[in-house]
């Protein structure tokens, strides 16, 4: 990728009215009053300016487009809670006209939203950016750009911050972590802060390290802290899931629904992001995988750290909220046991009580569970639970499980609470895993292939199956697809043909394949995503960005060979900052 490549050339062209001129002129980002002015249009504009040597410009636009994007965010959170408490969905009647309550609750929250939501925000058109946008914020490459600028302005307290913030969600960049030893060495900036730090994450941490030196007071205070800020965090990540959804696996086919499908299809995305807050509320930014066991993990520290403090009821609250997790987890059942045998003659043990919030999201998460998979057998899509609250394989906090850490008592029986080693993470995918299909064969692994994250596997279609992807090949297939129109990209002795699952549905659609030899395309695709998921034992799910079934035809003596090749592949917009 060349340096000093301009992104957003095109969104630029397609945007000129929403840019703020003083921004491409040099001047502060105007536009404070009325409606909030869209990020990605300050973003762009930022990125404009910083390639056009305007540093000031650049750096005023972006902290106006990162400050509008959190803007964004808090304006639509505080409308859907408002909403959500003065307008509450009403259950439908029996008889005819029965739903005509529920559906007219419906309709006065929406017309709640937008009376709150307009005045701020505007239309809600404004605020819709393209995915790559998203995903810049995502992974902050804005703040990339803010320390290029500051140095520029030698500003480089504000340079440090901003790097440090990129860095955080971008470990293996290593030109950043140069420039943030640099600053430390140049400016004596050593206390750097994260700008996009979630609290709830920074107090888990704090209360972990505590743990480990022993200071329990301190390790319950922030631990505490931790869970507070955890369960706000998900009441916000609820919330903000009730927005817009893509369908842009309908949009290409004309799709027109009934009023209970478009209604379901709408909820099942909203209620699959609800039902994930709990992964995206364990994932450090810039990670793939998230913290394994992450909110048990809190009661688990505290169970214990409330006991070295002497507070046996709270040990015991704790220790039985862990249990709701994981109920078959020896340790703490020791434990709890022995919590219980500490308050014995003083309280009935059995009046503690698991903590309440504990027991009201995780009735919440299985209710959630139970309905995508109804939902998936009843609308003809695959669903696969997580294991969210899995205790084994790599650990990605580095620090150990808390629930036995040894300690033997001058009276009483000895506490089973020896702490438990802690393997160093491993970086590395796992392999061997259930295969999930009785049919499919396993073959080879990753060293049998001499190499890594491999694996050989047999039968995973049938043989009517591969005969009828060949049919529908015949009839879809373009040279070069997928190649860049090269009919022979890697070798001048065989020609490459390929198609999409978006190509195979439009024509199934238009008659020109039958319908359901184009569907098989995409249940393949999802049959292979779905193996390479379980026998890899991911801990997050596997998505592929790009299914291609490609045709390969020997120019010389090869033959002919059909393989449906699932490429997941990195999204590179041209243009990165340098």
């Not at 536009?31 to 410009?57: I, N, Q, R």
Request: hydrophobic share 35%; charged share 25%; net charge neutral.
């Amino acid at each position: 990728m060349a340096t000093g490549s301009r992104p957003w050339g095109a969104l630029l062209l397609l945007l000129p009215l929403l840019l703020p001129a003083a921004c491409r002129a040099g001047g502060g980002c105007a536009g404070e009053g009325g409606p909030l002015e869209p990020f990605d249009a300050l973003y762009a504009s930022g990125v404009e300016a910083y390639y056009g040597g305007d540093f000031a410009g650049a750096a005023r636009c972006l902290e106006r487009a990162l400050r509008s994007r959190r803007e964004l965010r808090a304006a639509r959170l505080r409308c859907r809670r408002s909403c959500r408490g003065q307008v509450r969905l009403a259950a439908p009647g029996p008889g005819g006209g029965g739903d005509l309550p529920f559906f007219g609750s419906v309709l006065r929250r929406a017309g709640c939203l937008r009376r709150c939501e307009e005045p701020r925000l505007g239309a809600a058109s404004r605020h819709r950016v393209a995915e790559e946008v998203g995903a810049d914020f995502q992974r902050r490459v804005p703040y990339s750009y803010l320390q290029r600028a500051y140095i520029q302005l030698n500003k480089l307290e504000e340079a440090a911050n901003a790097a440090h913030t990129f860095f955080m969600a971008n470990p293996e960049h290593m030109e950043i972590q140069q420039d943030i030893e640099n600053y430390k060495t140049t400016a004596g900036k050593v206390d750097l802060i994260d700008r996009e730090a979630r609290q709830h994450m920074e107090d888990y941490s704090a209360g972990v390290r505590h743990y480990d030196k022993e200071e329990y007071e301190l390790a319950i205070d922030f631990l505490e802290r931790a869970l507070k800020g955890y369960y706000s965090e998900d009441e916000d990540c609820q919330l903000m899931c009730e927005g817009p959804q893509r369908f842009e696996e309908h949009e290409y086919l004309e799709y027109k629904a009934g009023l209970y499908e478009a209604i379901a299809d709408h909820y099942m995305q909203v209620l699959a992001c609800k039902h994930d807050c709990v992964r995206e509320l364990a994932t450090r930014s810039g990670r793939i995988s998230p913290i394994e066991n992450f909110l048990p993990l809190h009661y688990d520290y505290l169970q214990f750290a409330y006991y070295r403090v002497g507070d046996y009821v709270k040990a015991l609250e704790c220790a039985k909220s862990y249990l709701l997790f994981h109920p078959d987890d020896e340790d703490v059942l020791e434990n709890a046991g022995y919590y219980e045998g500490l308050l014995e003659g003083t309280m009935d043990p059995d009046t503690v009580k698991p903590r309440k919030e504990a027991k009201t999201l995780l009735r919440r998460h299985k209710l959630e569970s139970h309905l995508l998979q109804v939902a998936a057998a009843g609308l003809g899509y695959t669903y696969t639970e997580p294991n969210y609250w899995n205790r084994y394989g790599a650990r990605q906090d580095e620090h150990s499980v808390p629930s036995s850490i040894s300690s033997e008592p001058e009276d009483g029986p000895r506490l089973s609470l020896a702490k438990k080693p802690m393997p160093k993470p491993d970086r590395e995918l796992k392999e061997g895993g259930p295969l999930l299909y009785s049919d499919v064969k396993f073959v080879y692994n990753s060293q049998q292939l001499n190499g890594t994250q491999r694996v050989l596997l047999d039968n995973v279609i049938s043989e009517e199956q591969c005969r009828e992807l060949h049919r529908v090949a015949n009839g879809i297939m373009l040279a070069g697809d997928g190649y860049r129109g090269k009919t022979s990209p890697h070798t001048p002795n065989e020609r490459f043909e390929g198609a999409t699952v978006l190509k195979a549905l439009k024509y199934g659609y238009e008659g020109r394949v039958p319908l359901k030899s184009a569907r098989l395309f995409y249940d393949i695709s999802e049959k292979a995503r779905r193996i390479v998921e379980s026998y890899f034992m991911l801990n997050s799910t596997l998505y592929f960005s790009y299914t291609h079934l490609v045709c390969r035809t020997a120019l010389s003596a090869f033959p002919f060979l059909l393989s449906p090749a699932n490429t997941t592949r990195s999204g590179v917009r041209a243009g990165s900052p340098p």
